[in-house]
C-alpha cells in the first residue's frame, strides 16, 4: 500500500495530513484493518491463522477436512518397506491443527475486538463479543471437544507406532483448552462485560454454568460416564482447584490482569463446586455403572478437600 512509497514535494506535516486522509477514507472496510500481533489472545478476530469473522463456521469446516484425512492417512502417508514413523508424524499434524481450531475458537469467550482509531474517527476502540458469538463458541466446544472426539481415535492408526497413549493423547488435548477457558484474564473481561453491557452480555457466571452443565451432562440422567469424560471431568474439578488456591501468574504477555482474591471468580467457582457436589451425590444413585459410581464418589471427596481443606 501507499503507506510504503513517498510523496513526493512534501513536507513531513503535508505528508502526515495525507495519511491520515488515507486512513479516514478507509474506515470501517475490514480489509485495510490493521491487527497486532498478540502474546495471549484477547482480540479474537486478529489470531494466527485466524482473521476471519466466524471461528465456529471456519473451524466446522476445518474439522469436515480433517475427517477425511484420518481414514486415508495411512494410504497417504506409507511407502513400501518403510516404517510408520512419517505416519506418527502426520497424525500429530493433523493434531495439531484441530488444537488451533480450538483455541480459535476458545478466543471468542471473553473476547475483546481491538479497531485502532484516532481522534476525528467514530466508534469504540474495544468491543466486547457478541452474546450469540461467545454462546455459540460454548456450543461448540461442547459438541467438538469435550464430547469425545471419537474420530481422533483410530487404532488402525495408532496400532501401528504405538503401544498405549491414546487415552492420555485425548485428555491432553481436552485439557489444553478447558484450562486456557478458564484462564485468569478471560475470566476478568466476562466479568467486564456483564459490568459494562448488563443482561446483554455473556457473563463469568452464566460460562460457568454452561460449561459445567456440558462437561457432566451425564449426571441428571445417572448415564455411564466413560474413562475420556472421566478424565476430562476430574482435570475440570483440577483446575478449580487451582483457581481457588492460586492467583493469577506474574510475567504474563497481553491477557488481562485480575485481583483473583478480590474478584467474583472464587465465589463463583465455589458455588459451581457446591452444585457440582449435588450433583454428583443424587447421580451416584441413578447410574448402574460401578465405574461410573466410584468416579462419582471420588469427585464428591475431592470437592469436599477443596472446600474444606483438612
Known sequence: MG???PIMNKTALEEKTILDQW???????????????QFG???????TEDLGDDSMRASTYGIKNLQRIIPN?????????????????MYGQVLGQYNRYMGHVT???????ETYKAYGQDGAVYEHASRDKQTRAMQFLQKELFSTPTWLIDQDIFNKFESDGAIDRIRSTQVRTLNSLLDFGRMARLMENEEVNGSSAYGLLEMMQDLRKGIFNELPKGQKIDRYRRNLQRAYVERLEFIMNNDQPRGRFGGSAVDVEQSDIRPIVRAELKQLRSDAKRAISRTSDQLSKIHLDDLVERIDLILDPK
Not at 489472545?41 to 489470531?47: A, N
Open 41 to 47: 489472545v484477547v482480540d479474537h478476530t486478529s489470531q
Open 23 to 37: 486512513i479516514l477514507e478507509k474506515a470501517g472496510d475490514p480489509v485495510y484493518r490493521f491487527g497486532r500481533q
Open 3 to 5: 503507506g510504503y512509497k
Open 107 to 113: 478466543g471468542n469467550i471473553g473476547g475483546v475486538k
Open 73 to 89: 492417512l495411512g494410504k497417504w502417508t506409507g511407502k513400501e518397506g518403510e516404517n510408520f514413523d512419517n505416519l506418527e508424524t
